[in-house]
RNA sequence: GCACCGGUGGCGAAGUGGCUAACGCGCUGGUCUGCAAAACCAGUAUUCGCGGGUUCAAUUCCCGCCCGGUGCUCCA
């Protein structure tokens, strides 16, 4: 199954046979947040994009390592905190992006090392650079000599020599040429963490903490290296100028970028007021399983507009594959008349949407294209169903098909619901739940105990055909978020 | 200015040198239902930004233009 897998590679600019180094075995490195703020849509998207890439190659069968860094020693990291201790900030927004991540339900990397806990590597990485004569340290800083390093611009294919001379930044009259980069900054007042280094006191510039610690991690050589598309210059760019001048090795063998997003068709920021955050959004009601959806309706290098009405959209999507899942399991569906043996045709049909599953995602991971199947399946058996040819053998391949799809997308699983529950209880201790969308709260507090004795007491109106009663009592649980289905096996109810 | 990406139905979006241009959402009509919901059926792009070229044939390749987006150094 594992075959013919090709992703787009950034350095070769085509789309490349995937093939790892040790036959069934993927090393990847992904180039995580830098922890001074709550993560918000636009670094959710990197997050979906290798969680799914993970699982699409594991499914695939390879056993996959993913190394997801988090920058926790930046200037970004420093200004945040102002005042206050800028250790202590990185370690609360840390833990607010695990938290933050959990939440979109894709599973956790392999490994999430912090810049801070690897300084030793980092030093380490820098001497052999200075030893190698492509590095000089000048005033406490340590720089890279960009020059020496002639296969420099090459990822991002830039001319050293058309390049933006930068002559306003710091450091510059310490550096030997302006094109040369830091490895190392000299502590500076203010600053409330540093290490001590051969070269001085101060702290690792930002690129050399990744070639560390996807070193430490996957080795010299390893399969696929990514980030968001903003990473490609100068930071990956610098990763390969380091790491391939200490070693003379090829530092990753497939470079993997994803595309910025847009949000409401403008860029995301501040200043536009279209900034969101993973809890803004789940404070308003949206859930994850949506959120997980929309970033998977556009392949990962296509610039993805991220609107509130996509989100619906795709609400209701997610809903239409957990309403099949559920009728599928749960009916009692009769035996198949004529079993003679031979395969049923709803067998087949599940076996076809499998391998246009697969194909779609093998081909540079194109997740939109991976839907479709999904969702003809989904028509093609519902119709079945209403039509009386859909049997009790025919759920265990459609089940199967259905495990299938979801151990890549993750969005049939439903913690919804607890997740709501999470963000709820967390905003009232932020004192935020003011906020929150008002359908939102209204779920507050809905037992399935209260539920149930609902549905019965309107079960029973509806028997005597009192059914001005039965459609109020449908309409109380609907403020309450809960929608009904009547169904001749009675009535089924769920939260929306 | 330099480099790069995109413009496909009401919205999102896949895709291909030539079969009826996927899929999701929406909308309209129908079946089912006490009414709904769910589901299904039918309809919803004579056409893929505009102009030109190559070709027997282009939405798909080439050129130009218009529109949108992104990057261009220490800062995800």
Not at 34 to 43: A, D, E, L
Not at 122 to 140: F, K, P, Q
Not at 394 to 415: M, S, T, W, Y
Request: net charge negative; hydrophobic share 40%; proline share 3%.
């Amino acid at each position: 199954m594992a075959d013919h897998i090709s992703f787009y590679d950034t350095r070769t600019r085509e789309v490349r046979a995937f093939e790892p180094r040790d036959g069934g075995r993927v090393a990847i490195y992904v180039c995580g947040p830098t922890v001074y703020s709550r993560i918000h849509i636009g670094n959710a998207r990197p997050f979906v994009v290798f969680s799914l890439l993970k699982r699409f190659l594991a499914h695939a069968g390879f056993e996959v390592f993913l190394v997801i860094n988090v920058t926790d020693v930046n200037d970004k990291i420093y200004a945040a905190a102002g005042e206050r201790s800028s250790v202590e900030l990185a370690a609360a927004m840390t833990e607010a992006y695990r938290s933050d991540t959990d939440r979109l339900a894709l599973g956790r990397p392999d490994a999430e090392p912090l810049a801070s806990e690897w300084i030793e590597a980092i030093v380490e990485e820098i001497e052999a650079l200075l030893d190698a004569g492509c590095a000089y340290a000048a005033g406490g800083d340590v720089y890279f000599r960009v020059r020496r390093d002639s296969a420099y611009g090459a990822l991002s294919r830039r001319d050293v020599d058309a390049m933006d001379q930068g002559e306003d930044n710091d450091g510059a009259d310490l550096k030997e040429d302006p094109l040369d980069f830091a490895l190392w900054k000299a502590h500076k007042a203010g600053e409330d963490s540093a290490w001590d280094a051969p070269w001085g006191r101060g702290r690792p510039g930002w690129h050399i903490e990744c070639s560390a610690m996807a070193m430490e991690y996957l080795g010299e050589s390893f399969d696929l290296h990514g980030g968001g598309e903003d990473l490609m210059f100068p930071h990956h760019e610098n990763e390969i100028a380091q790491s391939e001048s200490a070693t003379h090795r090829t530092f990753a063998r497939h470079w993997f970028h994803v595309r910025f997003l847009l949000v409401e068709g403008r860029k995301m920021s501040k200043s536009e007021g279209n900034f969101y955050t993973l809890r803004d959004l789940l404070l308003r009601g949206y859930k994850t399983s949506a959120i997980r959806m929309l970033l998977i309706s556009v392949p990962y290098r296509r610039q993805l507009n991220f609107t509130f009405e996509g989100l619906a959209a795709e609400t209701v999507a997610v809903e239409k594959l957990r309403t099949f899942r559920d009728r599928i399991a749960n009916t009692k569906w009769a035996a198949r008349p004529d079993s003679d043996g031979v395969a049923s045709e709803v067998a087949e049909m599940a076996r076809e949407a499998r391998t246009n599953f697969r194909a779609a995602l093998a081909d540079d991971l194109n997740t939109a294209d991976a839907r479709a199947p999904i969702f003809e399946l989904v028509r093609a058996v519902n119709a079945r169903a209403d039509s009386g040819k859909f049997f009790a053998e025919d759920v265990l391949p459609i089940l199967e098909a259905l495990r299938e799809f979801d151990r890549v997308f993750a969005v049939l699983e439903d913690h919804d619901a607890e997740w709501t529950t999470f963000t709820l209880d967390w905003a009232e201790r932020e004192g935020k739940l003011g906020q929150a969308a008002p359908e939102l709260l209204a779920t507050r507090g809905v037992t399935d105990e209260k539920i149930q004795a609902l549905v019965e007491e309107r079960d029973q109106a509806k028997r005597r055909r009192d059914f001005k009663r039965a459609d109020a009592i449908r309409n109380e649980l609907a403020g309450m978020g809960i929608l009904l289905e009547d169904s001749k096996d009675g009535t089924r109810w769920k939260r929306k």
